[in-house]
């Protein structure tokens, strides 16, 4: 049969023809005006024009989507998927206009239409679907594959709820609400009603031979696909996230309907659907939950089918999966694939046990994210038993015949087979995820050098001492630059551009053209630019406060941020929009971090207080901003808001000061507004870092040892020169030890670090309110001190006191900032993409950027 039908010519011209003029462009707007929304110009408010040139834009992007499936499907080249439980996305119709180059077409376009675009991109909710850096470096991968045009596509939840609401309430504390980010239609996803697939719960596993069983009965739960595109930028090349969805299989129970219960006829449905209807918001422990654990497999079996299903229609042997498969696991969430490929593999698709294993092991690759061993993934064996029947009975297997190869390997050796085995005694057993992740997978990388090699040394020691070391290597983290540099920080983008006599395309997709700046560090025209693009970054964060929490700031003053907690990757962007940062050499869990700065903003506040009009004159006057959620349950985080937001209410008042020293707390911490405070930091603090969410022992002490910073802070450094971050902190290689001493040796606060002891009394006297409610919070400081904030203290204030002395000398300060910018390249998200697909995905075929653009979807 002919294909297309019709005329082949009229086909290609109506494809290509949607939105090229801007004459194109309002018409497309207004018809999705009347047609999509049904409403009229007279009645179309800013959401409304929102909606219809988001819809507009989406016309492209499926032109550019279908085509580029086209091209993957004919060609049969390997992909790679992104198997991730988070996906921080932030806004995408900006992104969407930048990458695919229309952004002034419809800036003109939505102008002649009466409206301004920068107030309808403000109307977009963030597709918040992730806690933090894990989510948020999913999310720029995804932006980094589809620029780089490789075949990959990413697959998550599509939970109905995405990370909490944060408000303050009146007493200061952090109230949680819903975030209902799906209320309005989202334009920027189609659901795929026809691509479904049965997920089953519970029930029993009977096996039968061969290594094989039979499972059935339990609870059957559809899976509903959501395609969000990806466009690459400056490409056509557009990927793919898929999102699940889960519905019950059938609407209600007939039985119980009929015979008059109701409520016994929805329940089952009610419970499918519960389980894509929220994200944990808990970052590295949420282990025990059923419900969690039900979306992990709900997902990770729906993504197998849907890979396998993609598989088949290439019609090859089964045993050529890992040749036309990469499956890259983001930590240990998605870990039951490997279980439930052997599932597949085993039980439906007639493979051996050794056969299906060779698969497996050929197919997976696991990202490790943190060492910290109560973030390690463990499940109770009965949780498992009871949910997964058939996936507990596989575990044991493969644990037996690993077990059986070690023993091989090192016989007798009775502790190391305890340590590395799938399941940890105790009671309950649990089965440790991370150990099954590494040895059903090909390869497993770390997040940062010394990440890397910590993961080698501490949990995978065994592993490494087993398979050997090539198994296990190093994938920096990185950042896009679309998103943390052109769209965050257009001013930064444009003057860079005009600076290196560049387009932007050339380093925004080769960030280390930047180093071409470090030639223009003499000349002062351009380093004027600069700090002008900070100024003006600073005034819209300025507003931004303004409109928000009512308040004017003085924008000449420096500005210091701290947002989230251990967040590497937000350290890089603050570089990438020029700012500078101080890093802490000991680390310590994240909101007491925060602690150290809010006492350190204290001990600031009470020194202006006590210094004369004269002395106040040379004060160097600083804003500081805090940003972040903390985990619902985290009581003392909770405590640290409080703490933070009443100081303010205090401090931004008192006339003595104000204009010297101000703090604000800006409440509901997502990425559209990390996209407006980065840009304008003059200083970031990353004074607690990655991992490092509660404790940590063994890990700490070995970071400390080494007698370095941690993760990728010491690469950073390496690249843009210590002299242009600080560091600060003790560099005792003893923090166990430490913490003997202030366990058994306690010395009190005031004799110990009377600066901090100062702070800590100004909050108990009740300088900032009630001080009893604080108590648990400064008895952390003031008891065992697990943190060390007394042993870090005075060389925190220190440290900032160098950062007032630097920026004294503005001239020097802006050429430390183009320095560390310039000095950025590597920390792009392309380089990070690069390395995956080099290291794992070895044969993944890139696809030439004109063949696609060729190839029309008919
Ligand atoms: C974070 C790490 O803490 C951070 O340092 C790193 O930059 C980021 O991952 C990206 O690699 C992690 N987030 C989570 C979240 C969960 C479990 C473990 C980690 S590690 C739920």
Redesign the pocket.
Known sequence: EKWPRGDEKVWKAAIRGVDKDVSDITTSVVHHVQTSLARQAHNLDNFGAYQAAALSVRDNLLVNWNETQLHFNRSGSKRAYYLSLEFLMGRTLDNALLNLGLKEKYNDGIDKLGFNLEDLLDQERDAALG????GR?AACYLDSSASQELPLWGYGLRYQYGIFQQLIGPDGSQLEAPDPWLQHDNPWELPRLDVTYEIRFYGHSERIEDGKAIWSGGQEVLAIAYDVMIPGYDTKNTNNLRLWESKPKRGFDLNSFNAGDYERAVESSNSAAAITSVLYP???T?FGKELRLKQQYFWTAASLADILRRFKNLDKPITEFPDYVSIQLN?T?PTLAIPELMRILVDEEDVSWTNAWDIVTRTFFFTN??VLPE?LEKWPVPLMQHLLPRHMQIIFDINLVFLQAVEKKFPGDRERLARMSLIEEGIPQNIRMANLACIGSHKVNG?AELHSELVRATIMKDFVDFYGVSKFFNVT?GITPRRWLDQCNPGLSKLISETLKLPKAAFLKDLTKLEGLLDHLDDPQFLKKWAAVKQSNKERLAHYVETTLGFTINTQAMFDVQIKA????YCQIALLTASLTAFARVQGGSFWRQTLNIMGVIHRYIKLKTMTPAERKKANPKVVFFAGKAAPGYYIAKLTIRLIVNVARIINEDPDTKDLLSLFFLPDYSVSLAEILIPASDISQHIS???T?ASGTSNMKFWLERRTPY?ANIEIAEEVGESNVFFFGHLTPAVEELRYQHLYHPVPLEQKCPALAEAVQAVASGLFGDGGVYEPLLNTIRQNDYYLLTEDFDSYIQALALVDEAYQDRMEWIKKSVRTTAKMGKFSSDRAIQDYAQECWVSSERIVHNQCIDLIGL
């Open positions: 806690n933090g850096g894990l470096l808990n970052d590295h949420t930590d969430h994210h943190t973030a997040v983290n251990s967040d590497l990757l870092t990655a991992g969410e993760g």
